[in-house]
């Protein structure tokens, strides 16, 4: 008996602990706006959480879901609270791999010793299905029916997207291998030209070789409307003009909605590859677009045009196209990327907010800015730039122009080298606040003579190599090394996502900087190199964007 009634009384002592940690504690109470969600599966719904500060408790409240299906997650993952109970609308998004059916879900909060939970029935729905047969462009015969169907009973591209806007619900739409070239015409806006996503709805082709969307050189591919949830996958979108009715025009435009590619090609469109945002003064930086093992190459215009809202690149490739690389004036991340042998420049950060992360620019060419353009705030961590050239009248910065009276530039660990301009051939810094730690200044040429490797004022954090700082206003630190060369091997294929300049035998770059001390400008340790190779590999960490190993 005594036995028995042991994990009962554990149970009221714990019970006990917590109620007197809320009675003479700051604490907080959970609550939900709703008991259930339904939700498909590739689908985000959002919920309101209320959270209600008790005994003076003020601060940020970590959210996380315990033991979540398969697929799940949780936006945002924390919540600043004040002295008055806060309300915050979270976001719960599936996947496809999400399993069907009645889920709950624990929702958890935690600050400090102070954790908290609340209860969620969520319930998962399969999206409708369409099986696309014919490459033809055809319209459906009867749109929200249930039946993807044209004229000849087949199940075309345009008719199954009709068909998933009328139902308003999610749907994927599976393409085989094929090319559906867009040839239709209409004033009715979704029986011609472009395709109009108006719910949400996943592409899923093929492969991205063997399943294409053809713009046939007249109309946009895409247009992802505002607030709806689009994924493409294993395809290719090319051959959009640079003029549609008299004005230019994307491949694919994400008008204020949220757009995931994963394994597609973006490539010879006359304009932009893909354009985010608006595009006009009352955007609202909605616009959300995720990339993933995307090649955007050879289109007339900029590769991928983020002109607000938020862009996450991993593992993309953006080469080749007449236009700028990568043109971002609200908020991009990237990873583990590429941005190569663009002719209006790599990456211009035109006023937004960028963080690159074992990135390699290389072969780009401007009038300012080869390489890098920054007229915002910009943080470069194992990045490489190389190879870039700025031309033309006045031309500055060769690998990096960083420009803006309130603009600041972050560069950590990062190798920049054989670029050439006119002034400022590896950075040139017109104005703003640029600080460097762990960086390689070497091998880059001013055709003029003025700062090879650097013009302008910047700040030494401490352990860079800087071949010649005769035109860089700056104190250095104890830690840097001037006047050497970095004896650097050629850009190549050293492993890893990106190409990089692995440091020769003997460079004096090798083993300098203490592991303690191998940190980005934030103090963040950086346990890895542009290659995901270990750091340190000898005694110590290298400078410049990798390790020789």
Same mark, same amino acid.
């Given at each position: 008996?005594?036995?028995?009634?042991?994990?009962?009384?554990?149970?009221?002592?714990?019970?006990?602990?917590?109620?007197?940690? =809320?009675?003479?504690?700051?604490?907080?109470?959970?609550?939900?706006?709703?008991?259930?969600?339904?939700?498909?599966?590739?689908?985000?719904?959002?919920?309101?959480?209320?959270?209600?500060?008790?005994?003076?408790?003020?601060?940020?409240?970590?959210?996380?879901?315990?033991?979540?299906?398969?697929?799940?997650?949780?936006?945002?993952?924390?919540?600043?609270?004040?002295?008055?109970?806060?309300?915050?609308?979270?976001?719960?998004?599936?996947?496809?791999?999400?399993?069907?059916?009645?889920?709950?879900?624990?929702?958890?909060?935690?600050?400090?010793?102070?954790?908290?939970?609340?209860?969620?029935?969520?319930?998962?729905?399969?999206?409708?299905?369409?099986?696309?047969?014919?490459?033809?462009?055809?319209?459906?015969?009867?749109?929200?029916?249930?039946?993807?169907?044209?004229?000849?009973?087949?199940?075309?591209?345009?008719?199954?997207?009709?068909?998933?806007?009328?139902?308003?619900?999610?749907?994927?739409?599976?393409?085989?291998?094929?090319?559906?070239?867009?040839?239709?015409?209409?004033?009715?806006?979704?029986?011609?030209?472009?395709?109009?996503?108006?719910?949400?709805?996943?592409?899923?082709?093929?492969?991205?070789?063997?399943?294409?969307?053809?713009?046939?050189?007249?109309?946009?591919?895409?247009?992802?409307?505002?607030?709806?949830?689009?994924?493409?996958?294993?395809?290719?979108?090319?051959?959009?003009?640079?003029?549609?009715?008299?004005?230019?025009?994307?491949?694919?435009?994400?008008?204020?909605?949220?757009?995931?590619?994963?394994?597609?090609?973006?490539?010879?469109?006359?304009?932009?590859?893909?354009?985010?945002?608006?595009?006009?003064?009352?955007?609202?930086?909605?616009?959300?677009?995720?990339?993933? =093992?995307?090649?955007?190459?050879?289109?007339?215009?900029?590769?991928?045009?983020?002109?607000?809202?938020?862009?996450?690149?991993?593992?993309?490739?953006?080469?080749?196209?007449?236009?700028?690389?990568?043109?971002?004036?609200?908020?991009?991340?990237?990873?583990?990327?590429?941005?190569?042998?663009?002719?209006?420049?790599?990456?211009?950060?035109?006023?937004?907010?960028?963080?690159?992360?074992?990135?390699?620019?290389?072969?780009?060419?401007?009038?300012?800015?080869?390489?890098? #353009?920054?007229?915002?705030?910009?943080?470069?961590?194992?990045?490489?730039?190389?190879?870039?050239?700025?031309?033309?009248?006045?031309?500055?910065?060769?690998?990096? #122009?960083?420009?803006? #009276?309130?603009?600041?530039?972050?560069?950590?660990?990062?190798?920049?080298?054989?670029?050439?301009?006119?002034?400022?051939?590896?950075?040139?810094?017109?104005?703003?606040?640029?600080?460097?730690?762990?960086?390689?200044?070497?091998?880059?040429?001013?055709?003029?003579?003025?700062?090879?490797?650097?013009?302008?004022?910047?700040?030494?954090?401490?352990?860079?190599?800087?071949?010649?700082?005769? =035109?860089?206003?700056?104190?250095?630190?104890?830690?840097?090394?001037?006047?050497?060369?970095?004896?650097?091997?050629?850009?190549?294929?050293?492993?890893?996502?990106?190409?990089?300049?692995?440091?020769?035998?003997?460079?004096?770059?090798?083993?300098?900087?203490?592991?303690?001390?191998?940190?980005?400008?934030?103090?963040?340790?950086?346990?890895?190199?542009?290659?995901?190779?270990?750091?340190?590999?000898?005694?110590?960490?290298?400078?410049?964007?990798?390790?020789?190993?």
């Amino acid at each position: 008996m005594v036995r028995l009634l042991a994990p009962f009384f554990l149970l009221l002592a714990l019970a006990a602990c917590t109620q007197l940690q =809320d009675a003479i504690g700051p604490s907080f109470d959970l609550s939900l706006g709703s008991s259930s969600l339904t939700v498909y599966q590739s689908e985000g719904k959002k919920v309101n959480l209320t959270i209600t500060p008790k005994n003076n408790f003020s601060g940020t409240v970590s959210l996380s879901l315990v033991n979540p299906p398969v697929g799940v997650s949780l936006s945002p993952s924390s919540v600043t609270v004040g002295s008055s109970p806060k309300t915050q609308e979270l976001t719960i998004s599936t996947t496809g791999s999400t399993p069907v059916g009645q889920h709950t879900l624990t929702l958890q909060g935690t600050a400090g010793s102070v954790q908290k939970s609340v209860t969620l029935t969520l319930v998962v729905n399969q999206p409708q299905v369409f099986n696309v047969n014919t490459t033809d462009d055809t319209i459906d015969n009867n749109p929200g029916d249930g039946q993807c169907r044209d004229s000849n009973n087949n199940c075309s591209l345009r008719a199954a997207i009709m068909e998933a806007n009328a139902l308003a619900a999610p749907a994927v739409i599976e393409l085989p291998a094929g090319t559906y070239t867009l040839t239709r015409t209409s004033s009715i806006d979704e029986q011609g030209y472009d395709l109009d996503l108006k719910t949400n709805i996943t592409l899923r082709g093929a492969g991205r070789d063997t399943t294409v969307l053809d713009g046939n050189n007249t109309t946009r591919v895409i247009e992802v409307h505002p607030d709806k949830n689009v994924t493409l996958e294993n395809l290719t979108v090319q051959k959009a003009p640079l003029y549609q009715n008299n004005t230019t025009v994307a491949a694919i435009w994400n008008n204020e909605g949220q757009i995931t590619l994963r394994n597609v090609v973006v490539q010879n469109n006359g304009g932009v590859g893909i354009y985010n945002g608006f595009g006009a003064a009352i955007d609202t930086g909605r616009a959300r677009l995720f990339m993933q =093992d995307v090649l955007v190459q050879n289109n007339g215009g900029t590769g991928v045009y983020v002109n607000s809202g938020t862009a996450t690149l991993i593992n993309v490739t953006i080469r080749e196209n007449q236009g700028r690389g990568l043109t971002s004036g609200g908020t991009a991340v990237l990873t583990d990327t590429t941005i190569s042998g663009n002719q209006n420049g790599g990456f211009y950060n035109s006023g937004g907010a960028a963080t690159l992360t074992n990135v390699t620019i290389s072969g780009n060419s401007a009038q300012y800015g080869g390489g890098f #353009y920054n007229y915002g705030t910009a943080t470069l961590t194992n990045v490489t730039i190389s190879g870039n050239t700025a031309t033309g009248f006045n031309a500055q910065g060769g690998g990096v #122009y960083s420009t803006g #009276y309130g603009s600041t530039l972050k560069l950590s660990f990062s190798t920049i080298t054989n670029n050439t301009a006119p002034r400022g051939g590896g950075l040139r810094i017109d104005s703003g606040t640029v600080e460097l730690k762990g960086v390689i200044l070497s091998g880059n040429t001013a055709t003029s003579g003025t700062g090879p490797e650097c013009e302008g004022s910047l700040t030494s954090r401490g352990y860079n190599l800087i071949k010649s700082n005769a =035109d860089c206003a700056f104190t250095s630190d104890t830690t840097d090394i001037l006047n050497q060369d970095a004896n650097l091997a050629t850009l190549a294929d050293n492993g890893g996502s990106v190409q990089t300049h692995l440091p020769n035998a003997g460079s004096p770059v090798l083993d300098r900087v203490p592991a303690a001390s191998c940190t980005d400008l934030s103090n963040n340790p950086l346990s890895t190199d542009a290659r995901g190779v270990s750091r340190p590999q000898g005694s110590a960490c290298d400078i410049g964007a990798v390790e020789r190993n």
